[in-house]
């Protein structure tokens, strides 16, 4: 399988001399679904942002971050091709990113700006085609019906799904959704989750999201990469994430990491990790 992302030697220092990433090394393969969890400030935006080409790593002869091949930045310079890399990159905002006096049809079909010839684009004139894709997007995430209304007037789990519907006309081969739930309820949240899991296993696309809530996760994804205070201190199999592993990373912020939002339904499982089932609190777990 061919590799989807790959981060090298990657650090990150702030102006205010905060080391927000220290010596990232990843590979994820086209068609993966990982979660990036991690407790608050750990640098799960700050990664997610650098692979984007959004945020410029450190200067540094050995940093390098590629999508499916295609260089982002390297040596904490942004490829001069970076428009381009960036149309295969679909982001997916805590807080959606949506115009909200704009009906969502025009929302959803800015993910083909990219693709237009410029004079369409600075016109914003779609095609019949393009707005049949849209269409198409807004019925996958369900829901077409509201393709005419303004952003605003959706909820913030439509409006979620609508940001999602933006990265499917825009054909994006990597989703990187940073905290795509952390202000949804939990019945939205479940619905984000599954769309971003059909994406995955339909179209085969890679998807990278971060997580606060542990559950979701080991729930969602088959591969978990876990951050600590900008490092990688895990990598691998959701299965093997225990409870005690989990306390023995992060000590006491994995109490506040496992207490997810209930649940209001028993979700389905449309992982083939196995299902989790964790003690809330991690003190009482041992
Ligand atoms: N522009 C910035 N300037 C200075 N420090 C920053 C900047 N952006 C982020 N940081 C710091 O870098 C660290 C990582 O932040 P980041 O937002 O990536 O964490 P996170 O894991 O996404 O947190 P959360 O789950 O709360 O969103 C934090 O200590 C944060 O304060």
Redesign the pocket.
């Known amino acids: 399988m061919t590799t989807a992302l790959r981060i090298h030697q990657l650090n990150k220092h ?3 001399g ?1 080391h ?1 990433l220290r010596d990232i090394n990843l590979e994820i393969r086209q068609g993966e679904m990982v979660a990036l969890i ?10 997610l942002r650098h692979v984007a080409g959004l945020v410029v790593a450190d200067a540094g002869e050995g940093s390098l971050i590629e999508i499916d091949g295609c260089c982002v930045q390297q040596g904490g310079r942004v490829h001069r091709d970076i428009r381009k890399v960036r149309s295969q990159i679909g982001f997916v905002f805590q807080q959606f990113n949506l115009v909200d006096r704009l009906p969502v049809m025009a929302n959803v079909l800015v993910g083909r700006l990219h693709r237009m010839p410029l004079w369409r684009s600075l016109t914003r004139w779609f095609n019949a085609q393009e707005r049949a894709m849209a269409i198409e997007a807004l019925a996958r995430v369900g829901i077409a019906e509201c393709h005419a209304q303004r952003a605003s007037t959706l909820s913030g789990g439509q409006q979620q799904r609508a940001a999602i519907a933006r990265t499917l006309v825009q054909g994006a081969k990597v989703v990187l959704a940073d ?1 795509p739930i952390a202000s949804l309820d939990p019945e939205s949240s479940r619905k984000v989750m599954e769309i971003l899991t059909r994406i995955n296993r339909e179209d085969g696309s890679t998807v990278v999201v ?1 997580l ?1 809530q542990v559950d979701m996760a080991l729930k969602y994804c088959p591969r978990v990469i876990a ?1 600590h205070q ?1 490092q990688v201190v895990f990598d691998g199999a959701a299965s093997a994430l225990t409870p005690a592993l989990l306390r023995e990373l992060y000590g006491m912020q994995a109490d506040e990491m496992l207490m997810g939002e209930p649940q209001a339904h028993a979700p389905i499982p449309l992982t083939t990790a196995p299902e989790r089932h964790w003690p809330a609190p991690l003190a009482q777990a041992a």
């Open positions: 702030f102006a205010n905060k927000a991690g407790a608050s400030g750990s640098g799960k935006s700050t990664l905290e971060s606060h951050l900008g």
